[in-house]
């Protein structure tokens, strides 16, 4: 089994002159009329499956990650193995598969990514501040604004 790697994932129709294919998940005969070819084998499309949910790895894309004997999908591999960063408003660990918010080089939890002094969340459309590397909102930015370096952005 290779480590660490991307493989894709293809269909391909079972042929009938040659000879027969075995799977490389369960060891019988494929029979099928269509099998799938990943990591240089051939699989029953319904042998070929994520080690973690399970999930048939033919149906959910055309790409499928090895690492550590385990054939996963995308998402159990950036779950398990991907990389992660901390958020800046809490410092806690922000997992690769986690939706975001960014500000320059920042990386916000969704629920964190809101003004650090008044606690107000932000929508879509509204500017924010950032000074000394804090979020804040317009009315704290104004209230506090003095010769400092700072970027308005809007969301």
């Known amino acids: 089994m290779v480590f660490d790697k991307e493989e894709s ?28 070819q990943a990591l240089d084998r051939y ?8 080690a973690c949910c399970d ?8 790409t499928l990650y090895t690492r550590a004997n385990l054939i996963l999908c995308h998402k159990d591999y950036l779950r398990l193995f991907g990389m992660t960063g901390n958020c800046a408003a809490c410092s806690k660990v922000i ?16 629920d964190c990514f809101a003004c650090q ?5 932000f929508c879509v459309g509204d500017k924010f501040f950032l000074k000394n590397n804090m979020i804040l909102c ?10 400092g370096n700072s970027a308005d952005q809007a969301l």
């Not at 294919?21 to 029979?31: E, K, L, P, Y």
């Open 138 to 147: 317009q009315l704290d930015y104004e209230g506090g604004h003095q010769n």
């Open 43 to 50: 699989w029953h499309e319904d042998c070929l499956k994520c």
């Open 9 to 36: 994932v293809s269909l391909v129709p079972l042929q009938s002159k040659g000879k027969p294919r075995v799977c490389a998940g369960c060891n019988r005969r494929i029979m099928d009329r269509f099998m799938l």
């Open 55 to 62: 999930c048939r790895l033919g149906d959910v894309g055309s």
């Open 117 to 121: 002094l008044c606690s107000q969340r």
């Open 95 to 110: 997992p690769a598969f986690e939706m975001v918010m960014r500000a320059r080089e920042n990386v916000y939890h969704l």
